[in-house]
C-alpha cells in the first residue's frame, strides 16, 4: 500500500512538473502584470501595481517597480515618461515573453524564437514584439545567455 501511495504521488509530481513550468507569468505583447506599455502615468498608478522609486519631472522619466516583483536599491521594473507614458518594462526572473524566452534561456532559443533578432549599437539583442509593431523585445545576453530583457515601446525616450 505505501508503495502504491509514492508511487502515485511520484507520478503527480512528475505530471504536475511542466504545467509548473508553463505558468511562469508573459511580458508582451503589451505589457506585464497588469501595466500596459503606452499607459499613462494616471492609469498606471490607477492599477495599484507601481511603486515609484525615482521621480521624474515634466521632461523626463520617472522609474518605478511593480509592488509583486520588487528590485533591488539600485534597480528599476518599469520607466514612466511624460509624453509616452508606460515606455519600458524589464522582465523579473520569474517571467518569460509569450514565445517562451526568459532570464536563463539558451542563445541558440532566442535566436530561433526570434528569428529577426538584431544586435544594435549597444549590444543589446532586439526584435519587434511579435503581435505589436510598436514594441521591441531587448535582451541582453552574456556566456551564450539571456541574462536580462524587457519590452518597450520604439517611441520610448527614457534610454538609449
Request: proline residues 6%.
Amino acid at each position: 500500500m505505501m508503495k502504491m501511495m509514492i508511487a502515485a504521488a511520484a507520478t503527480l509530481t512528475l505530471a504536475a512538473t511542466p504545467a509548473l513550468a508553463q505558468s511562469k507569468p508573459v511580458i508582451g505583447p503589451y505589457g506585464f502584470g497588469g501595466v500596459k506599455l503606452g499607459m499613462t502615468l494616471k492609469q498606471a498608478k490607477a492599477t495599484g501595481k507601481i511603486v515609484k522609486k525615482i521621480p521624474g519631472s515634466a521632461e523626463s522619466c520617472s522609474g518605478w517597480d511593480l509592488k509583486k516583483y520588487p528590485t533591488g536599491k539600485d534597480s528599476l521594473r518599469l520607466y514612466i515618461s511624460p509624453k509616452v507614458g508606460v515606455a519600458a518594462v524589464f522582465a523579473p526572473k520569474a517571467a518569460k515573453t509569450p514565445e517562451g524566452i526568459a532570464i536563463g534561456s539558451a542563445a541558440s532559443q532566442l535566436k530561433k524564437a526570434y528569428p529577426h533578432l538584431k544586435k544594435d549599437v549597444h549590444g543589446f539583442w532586439t526584435t519587434t514584439v511579435p503581435g505589436n509593431k510598436k514594441a521591441y523585445y531587448s535582451f541582453t545576453v552574456a556566456q551564450h545567455k539571456v541574462k536580462e530583457f524587457g519590452i518597450a515601446l520604439k517611441t520610448q525616450d527614457c534610454f538609449n
